[in-house]
C-alpha cells in the first residue's frame, strides 16, 4: 500500500487476542510502567471476542498448564520446538505461570495426570483473570477488527514507527492506518497472517492438524465402542519395502470408539507423526500392543503356563483374559483373531494359535483409514520457522519490531496444558523483551 498518515500511534500492536496475545500485552504494558516509560499498547482480534479457544478448551474448565517443573521434561511433551523451548522454560515455566495467577487471585490445582485447571474448574475465571489484568494495565482491546495489510516503514528516521498497520473495523465503513514501532504476530494458524509474515521474508511451515483420533474399521474392534485399556503402545508401520519412519512408540491409556480408536495413546502418536501421517493421506500401518510394556514372548510364556496348567484342561480360554488389564470383551475378540474358539479347552489350544494370540495381544497389526478429530483441542503443527527467531526476545533474526509468539509458531505440544504454556511462555518473552524496547 502507499504510505499515508496515520491515524492512531501505537508503541506495540498485537495481532490475536488469545492467550499468547493477551500475556505479551499484559507484560508488556506492566513492565513498561515498572521501567518509568508507559507505553501505548493495542490488541486486534478479528473474532467477536477475545479468547476464545481459552473459553472452551478443556470441556470449558480450561487446562491451564502442566505440572512438569523441570525444564528438561517438559520439552518432552513438544513434538516440534523443544531444543528452542529449552531456554525458554528456564525463564519462564509452568511454576511460573501458577505463581502469575495466584498473583492475582486465580489458585490452581494439580489432577492426578498432572494437569492444572482453576479451582473453580471454570475457564471464566482464567478469562476474566486476564481480562482484568489487561484493563489495569491500560492495554486496548479491539475486537472484530480485520487486518489488512502491514507495512514496514524503511525511509523513515530511526525513532520513528516502523510500521503501519491497515485494518477494518466492524461497524466503520472505512479503514483505519495505524502506526507502531513494534508489531507481534500472536495469531493462529490463518493464511493471510501466514502470508503477511512470508513478506517480510519469513518462512512458514505448512500448518496440518497435530492431535487427532484414528479411523480404523476392523472386525476384532467391531461392537467394543467404549472399551478402554489402562496403558497400550502404538507404533506406525511404514512400508518396510520403501521407506523408514523414525516416529517414537506412544504409550497411555487407549480407548476403543465406534470409529476407530482414541485416548491419550493415540492422540500423542498422532502429534509425534502428524507431518509423516499427512504425507500419507492418513492410510498407515499401526501396530497395537494392549498389553505393554510386556513383549511378545512374555506373553506367550505365560499364555503357555496357563496351558499346562492341569486345573485349566477343562476350562475355556476364550471365557476370561489371563491378563487382567484387558476386557473379557476384547480378549474373546483377539481369541478369535487367533483361530481360538469359544469351545476350546486349554488344552486343546496349539503352539501355533498362542503364539498368534500373543502377537495380537502384543504387536496386532491395524490399518489407519483416516483421521478424527479431539474436540477438546484445537491443535496444529506448522508456523514460523523457529530458526529464524531469536527465543531470548521473540523478536525476527532480521526484522527488528517484528515479533512472534503462541500458535503463529511451529510449536505444539501433547495434550494435557503443553501448548497453553507454549502461549504463556512465549508471550511472557515478547512482552518482556517489547516493554525494554
Known sequence: MAQIEAEQNWDVIVVGGGPAGYFAAIRCAELAVELGKPQRVLVIERARRSLGKVIISGGERCNVTHACFEPAKLVTYYPRGAAELRGAFSRFQPRDTV????????????????????????????????????????????????????????????????????????????????????ILFASGSEAFCHSLITSFGHGIQPPVPSLFTFKVTDTRLAELAGISVPLAGLRLLPDPKTEKVSIPLQTGPLLITHWGLSGPAALKLSAWGARWLFEHDYQAGLSVNWLHPLSTEKAFEELLKERTNPENSRKKPSAHAVFSQISTRLWKKLCEASDISENQNWADVSKPSLRRLAEELTAGRYRIEGKGIFKDEFVTCGGVRLDEIDFKTMQSRFIPGLYFAGEVLDIDGLTGGFNFQNAWTTGWLAGRALAKI
Do not use: Y
Open 99 to 182: 505463581a502469575w495467577f495466584e498473583q492475582r487471585g486465580v489458585v490452581l490445582k494439580t489432577e492426578e495426570d498432572g494437569r492444572m485447571f482453576p479451582l473453580t474448574n471454570s475457564s471464566k475465571t482464567i478469562v476474566d483473570c486476564l481480562e482484568l489484568a489487561a484493563s489495569q494495565a491500560g492495554v486496548e482491546i479491539w475486537n472484530q477488527a480485520s487486518l489488512m495489510d502491514v507495512q514496514r516503514l524503511t525511509d523513515r528516521a530511526e525513532n520513528a514507527p516502523r510500521f503501519h498497520v491497515r485494518l477494518r473495523r466492524d461497524g466503520l465503513q472505512r479503514e483505519q492506518v495505524l502506526s507502531t514501532r513494534s
